[in-house]
């Protein structure tokens, strides 16, 4: 169950790298007309410096079933912003 100020930490494995997932959840806000929660995070290589790591907001919808409603990273090579489709 999400709540405002639990933390994750988690280690995530791709393509045979490990990364490190730390994140907070810091509040609720309305987006795109849908109640979400923000979380964020922060991931990096595991080992490596700052460089290798993204700071990332995502917005995931308040109900059961926590969709990723919009997400915001910044990256090494700039922004990314990923956006529900069909709201």
Not at 7 to 26: C, G, H, L, T
């Amino acid at each position: 169950e999400l709540k405002e100020g639990l933390q994750i930490n988690q280690m995530v494995n791709s393509n045979q790298s490990n990364y490190v997932f730390n994140a907070v959840i810091s509040g609720k806000k309305k987006v795109r007309g849908i109640n979400c929660w923000v979380v964020d995070a922060k991931i990096r290589r595991e080992n490596k410096s700052m460089y290798n790591s993204m700071d990332v907001v995502m917005y995931l919808s308040d109900d059961d079933q926590h969709v990723p409603v919009l997400i915001h990273a910044k990256t090494k090579v700039g922004p990314v912003k990923l956006v529900l489709k069909g709201l």
